[in-house]
């Protein structure tokens, strides 16, 4: 691990900022230094020429004070940036002049005491059986007895408060994966959890690759019985689970997201490789915290394990909004009657006296914490531990990438254990090649319901101006776009020329100007899937003809095409079962067929992936009327009037 001054030497040769709110050591000596840099702040602005020459006062930031400056948070508990007082431009940063930040120095700020507030402490230490006495005025000390203070909430820093009331702010550095590893080996606990989340919306796309070789994890159980339940290393237990949020993007009901899961699971073994043959793969879950889906389950489990439980996954993939949710709030007065009678048992024996507080799940948690002041002063990535609360300020929810600075610790369990929320790793840089107000438009926030888009040959389907889909076959194909993006269809010369910014026309696009020549293919993707049982309707359907896939002269191939961070295009080709027919020899290790094929170019050749076909629009897309009707016909009125009037003569 490099040491701060490595660092900041580093930084300096290469002229990069260097990120304050990770190195607090920098950060305390730039707080020295600051009053000397106020004081000729004016001295060193230029002159600037004004429409008027009515004096004006520059804004006052309101500095806290170095008295002050003791009393502020130790972390930001929004990002969990470093506090500090020096870059405005960067997390952490804190001013008094938001009210909550005054509050909170106010109330742990020292303060001399008066004869009334010494009056209250005396009354509140003393025996209530004392003030029922008749001649101690009960009724009156009773009445003017102080109440318990409400708990102040920990302020979070200028950024996040500028992210969540006015949505403005700018991203931090993306950590690397190497980081990440540094920073969990510093964990002060035995037992240890990592949950990796999964974003549903591109899934597996947002999968980090090689995690448990990067992470220094144990492996995967095995499909052998024998196999064991735990591993140790370097006297630490580090597991992994895998956690696919926000679900409710692929089905709108609980039931249906389950019936997907062999599916999630199989794809997640494919994209595992050869690493995922031979493993069991029964630590996944699929929730949703938006719909409550199985949330209460994972939160049952991390209150079971205990321990360090950190929350790993790229940026943009719902980890802070899971956080919310799986977080075991409130629960912090639960105590192990084991290890308080274990406490009892020792001090009945003439051992020293542990308090419980010490005696709470003391198998979790591996020697003592370290000192507060040597994480900040020193080269340490995890900062210091914030003190326990049952309901704490949870990291905040934004879409803006990289919300999270630094690493999130919130115990619970009266040291049971806590919940670490990591930075999110680099996912790409497609919203570099939009417009700002466009940027949000890239994030699916719920489910989309597509319309069949049937793309003919010759033609192409341009999604929201950044990503084209041309059919290499000479059959039709069905494209069902999975993505809050506008799609539209022309032909191939037009949707190129209009894809590469060549000429100006009507068609929807949110790609910024100048960004036309950096459209490069992604690949051409072979529809390889066969979906015939699924697409086939009556034909297959038992209730109906009934009959077999292999009996039917025709085959329906499938395949999802992914775009990073936005959705995925559901895309369907029927072709003759005799076209498909090719004579393979033995030999060949690859599938000769000829599958229709799609070729798909995106910014940089990048952003685009492919699975198995999910079946969404099958799952839950539009259906078709039914053919009965549900209410009465009404009656035919033909012939009623001649009917009446031969009634009417009859009758005379």
């Not at 086939?536 to 990073?564: H, Q, Y």
């Amino acid at each position: 691990m490099a040491s701060a001054a490595r660092v900041f030497h580093l930084s300096r040769n290469l002229r990069l900022p260097l990120p304050l709110f990770l190195y607090p050591r920098v950060a305390i000596d730039a707080v020295a230094a600051q009053s000397a840099l106020t004081k000729n702040a004016k001295l060193s602005q230029p002159l600037k020429r004004r429409l008027h020459t009515e004096p004006t006062k520059a804004p006052s930031q309101s500095l806290p004070t170095p008295a002050q400056l003791l009393y502020l948070p130790k972390s930001c508990p929004g990002c969990g940036a470093y506090a500090q007082t020096v870059s405005l431009d960067q997390p952490g940063y804190y001013t008094t002049n938001r009210k909550s930040v005054k509050t909170y120095i106010a109330r742990h700020e020292p303060k001399v005491e008066s004869e009334t507030d010494t009056f209250d402490r005396i009354l509140s230490t003393t025996d209530q059986s004392v003030l029922c006495q008749p001649d101690l005025a009960s009724q009156q000390l009773l009445a003017n007895a102080p109440r318990n203070a409400v708990a102040v909430p920990m302020p979070v820093c200028n950024r996040c408060h500028d992210l969540t009331h006015h949505r403005a702010g700018s991203s931090v550095i993306h950590p690397s994966i190497e980081s990440l590893q540094e920073i969990i080996a510093e964990s002060p606990y035995k037992y240890n959890h990592i949950y990796h989340v999964l974003d549903a919306a591109d899934f597996p796309l947002s999968l980090i690759p090689s995690i448990q070789r990067h992470l220094s994890l144990a492996p995967q159980r095995s499909l052998n019985r024998r196999a064991k339940t735990s591993h140790f290393q370097h006297g630490r237990q580090a597991e992994m689970s895998f956690i696919i949020t926000r679900s409710d993007l692929l089905a709108p009901q609980k039931e249906q997201v389950d019936s997907l899961m062999p599916y999630i699971v199989q794809v997640l073994r494919d994209t595992l490789g050869s690493s995922g043959d031979n493993v069991r793969l029964g630590n996944v879950r699929c929730v949703s915290a938006k719909r409550g889906w199985w949330t209460k389950q994972v939160k049952e489990d991390i209150w079971y394990r205990g321990g360090g439980g950190w929350v790993v996954g790229k940026v943009n993939v719902g980890k802070s909004n899971l956080f919310e949710n799986i977080f075991p709030k409130g629960r912090n007065e639960d105590v192990r009657i084991e290890a308080v009678r274990n406490a009892v048992r020792r001090d009945s024996q003439g051992d020293v006296i542990e308090s419980v507080q010490n005696t709470r799940d003391q198998e979790h948690f591996e020697g003592s914490s370290p000192n507060e002041e040597e994480q900040l002063l020193g080269d340490s990535l995890l900062p210091p531990a914030p003190p326990e609360t049952p309901f704490p300020v949870l990291p905040i929810v934004s879409s803006l990438p990289g919300t999270t600075a630094s690493p999130i610790r919130i115990p619970f369990g009266g040291g049971k254990g806590e919940l670490i929320d990591l930075p999110g790793l680099d996912r790409g840089d497609l919203g570099d090649f939009v417009h700002d107000e466009h940027k949000p438009d890239l994030v699916m926030r719920q489910r989309v319901k597509p319309e069949q888009i049937t793309i003919k040959p010759g033609q192409s389907m341009l999604v929201g101006g950044l990503v084209r889909v041309t059919p290499l076959a000479d059959v039709p194909i069905l494209a069902y776009p999975f993505v809050p993006l506008e799609c539209h269809v022309a032909s191939t010369e037009r949707t190129i020329a209009v894809h590469t910014q060549q000429i100006s026309s009507g068609i929807y696009t949110i790609a910024k100007p100048g960004v036309g020549s950096r459209m490069n293919p992604a690949g051409t993707f072979p529809l390889k899937w066969d979906v015939t049982k699924k697409r086939a309707g009556p034909l297959t359907r038992k209730d109906a003809a009934g009959l077999k896939t292999r009996v039917l002269p025709f085959v329906v191939l499938s395949t999802d095409i992914l775009i990073e961070g936005c959705g995925w295009i559901e895309l369907v080709a029927q072709v003759r079962k005799r076209n498909m027919e090719s004579v393979v020899e033995s030999k060949d290790l690859f599938d000769a067929r000829p599958y229709p094929r799609v070729e798909v170019v995106s910014p940089d050749g990048g952003h685009i992936g492919v699975r198995q076909p999910m079946g969404a629009w099958m799952l839950c897309g539009h259906k078709p009327g039914s053919s009965r009707t549900t209410v009465r016909p009404r009656r035919s009125m033909k012939g009623v009037k001649k009917r009446s009037k031969k009634v009417k003569r009859g009758d005379t």
